[in-house]
């Protein structure tokens, strides 16, 4: 055998962790529902007094007689370029189906389902505890070689995501809820001193232009590795009852996601380089029409929380989530059809470890397997 058939043969089974992407950007939107993304603005729901206070501007903005019409207006940066060039799940009238499978439903245990790839059952509140389980950006920093000190970031919305993450243990770098602990910038002394001025919706959320402002700074600046961005308002929104307010909130996010993607195009270190993927910790309900703004877990008596457990039996459809990525390692192939059963949220970490050409047996054989629907 000559040396080039060797190493041919070498490149064969190499093929199957030689991929392109050696940086990776998760985006998640709190409890946006798959009924806004893929059909738009909710017709029951801007016709209700006691849910929408300005159902002429959304109608003018948002409306159209066809559901996917609609879609596109309210996000035009997801329809537009991530369904478009990328590939995308949870539009369940199609048979497009994803899921959480942590039947609680909120959003602990949600975003721990994501980052770590695996289900723990006993994460039972949305309370400041420290994860036991290990995300992925947590195992990747250990298992790697890579020892950069911004080798990963953190922006969230939430003020939980510190305890989601592990921060004690993991050493990541998050920025939740609060203002930066260090200006790099003058732009971040300005956007510091907006967030000082603004006045604040909620006690343990941030409005996400803040969450926003302090990523795309730090993504130019130190250009991570791996960047997770977690928005909130749509979640908390749609909890206040207040129905124009998630829709801006969702339209105002498709923008900003729009603004992250043109920044990974325009840096050299990202762009054809950068697997990108955007999905949500919980659906919420559909029917009755107050349902809207809740989920709740399956199974209350497990959860220790009881502002989470209004509606005894869960919401029905509060477990469907929806998940859309785009990269070099992605498949281009729009929408995904799921005859064989939902996919999975415990299936992210593993999926974004796969495109970076790492084994995630390597680093928690426990995780859920890689989404192959969505790659190449
Ligand atoms: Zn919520």
Request: glycine fraction near 6%.
């Amino acid at each position: 055998m000559t040396l080039r058939l060797i190493f041919f043969l070498f490149l064969l089974c190499s093929a199957e962790v030689a991929l392109a992407a050696d940086k990776v950007v998760l985006i998640t939107l709190d409890g946006l529902r798959w009924q806004e993304l893929f059909m738009g603005i909710d017709e029951s729901l801007i016709n209700s007094e006691k849910f929408t206070k300005s159902s002429d501007a959304l109608r003018e903005d948002y409306w159209d007689d066809i559901p996917e019409q609609r879609a596109l207006k309210l996000m035009p940066f997801m329809h537009g370029t991530v369904f478009k060039q990328g590939a995308f799940v949870g539009d369940l009238r199609h048979g497009s189906c994803a899921e959480v499978s942590n039947r609680k439903n909120f959003s602990y245990p949600g975003y721990s389902e994501i980052l770590t790839g695996v289900v723990d059952h006993s994460i039972n509140s949305n309370d400041k505890v420290p994860n036991a389980n290990k995300s992925f950006i947590e195992l990747l920093r250990e298992n790697t070689e890579k020892d950069r000190l911004h080798y990963a970031a953190a922006f969230t919305s939430w003020d939980v995501f510190p305890s989601i993450l592990n921060v004690e243990r993991s050493g990541l770098y998050v920025n939740a809820f609060g203002p930066l602990d260090v200006i790099s910038s003058e732009n971040e002394q300005r956007i510091q001193s907006f967030y000082f001025d603004t006045p604040r919706p909620w006690t343990s959320v941030r409005n996400d232009v803040f969450t926003h402002r302090f990523a795309l700074e730090y993504l130019e600046r130190e250009q991570p590795d791996v960047l997770f961005i977690s928005y909130g308002e749509t979640d908390d929104f749609a909890h206040d009852g207040k129905y124009h307010e998630y829709i801006w909130a969702a339209n105002r996010t498709d923008r900003f996601i729009g603004e992250i993607w043109a920044t990974l195009q325009r840096l050299d270190a990202y762009r054809d380089n950068t697997t990108f993927f955007i999905t949500t910790d919980h659906g919420r309900g559909q029917l009755p029409l107050e349902s809207w703004q809740h989920h709740s877990p399956t199974a209350p008596e497990h959860v220790n929380q009881d502002s989470l457990n209004r509606y005894a039996q869960g919401i029905a459809g509060e477990e469907a989530v929806w998940m859309a990525a785009l990269g070099p390692d992605i498949s281009s192939r729009g929408e995904i059809i799921t005859p064989n059963g939902c996919l999975t949220s415990n299936r992210v970490a593993a999926t974004l470890i796969h495109t970076l050409g790492i084994d995630f047996r390597t680093l928690n054989p426990n995780m859920g397997a890689p989404l192959r629907e969505f790659l190449r």
